[in-house]
């Protein structure tokens, strides 16, 4: 079993803090990964923007600067915490983009509850369910991720591209042979 600390994601590489539970034992992990992670797992991160817009109320500000084609406000981790009487806190990291400095600074937002009984929901201090949701979803496709579904490609594709670069060693060795004027094998095994 997993349970997510820290996730950071910049769209080229992950970093997952995470604390893994096996057999009774708790190993504390910090790995960073330098592959893509599925389009699913960026899909669903890109969502925590549409949270950080509402939890920060920057909603009515421009996302995206036309001219430079720059994202004005992104996120870029988010950071899980537990109370002790087994409530859930989370907090985002984002960045403004300030066009003076051609920079960004950090707007990070606050560690807000997730709500045990539907009358939290989006009250002062805690996310409201939609916001959970993709707050959960990041989480689950992290720890899908942990678990190996790492990948672009699915097992059946990477054996399907294994039986075609065979079938190109085939291809290629009849050539050879053909130029060589030696008798020609249809398929190697």
Do not use: W
């Not at 009515?60 to 859930?88: A, H, Y």
């Amino acid at each position: 079993m997993y349970v997510i600390n820290k996730i950071k994601f910049d769209c080229l590489g992950l970093k997952i803090k995470f604390d893994e539970y096996n057999e009774g034992r708790v190993k504390a992990c910090d790995i960073g990964f330098s592959e893509p992670p599925k389009p699913s797992f960026s899909d669903t991160f890109s969502r925590l923007i549409l949270v950080a817009h509402e939890v920060m109320g920057i909603a009515r500000i421009k996302v995206i600067d036309d001219r430079n084609g720059i994202n004005l406000i992104r996120c870029n981790g988010i950071e899980f915490k537990q109370k002790s009487d087994g409530t859930k806190a989370a907090r985002l990291f984002c960045e403004y983009y300030s066009e003076q400095a051609d920079a960004y600074t950090a707007i990070n937002t606050p560690f807000l509850l997730f709500a045990q009984i539907e009358e939290e929901n989006g009250r002062q201090g805690f996310f409201t369910e939609k916001q959970q949701e993709i707050i959960q979803a990041v989480h689950d496709e992290t720890v899908n991720y942990l678990k190996g579904e790492r990948a672009q490609i699915t097992l059946e594709e990477v054996a399907e591209e294994e039986e075609i670069d065979r079938l190109r060693q085939a291809v290629e060795a009849g050539k050879a042979a053909i130029e060589a004027n030696k008798p020609v094998t249809p398929f190697l095994n």
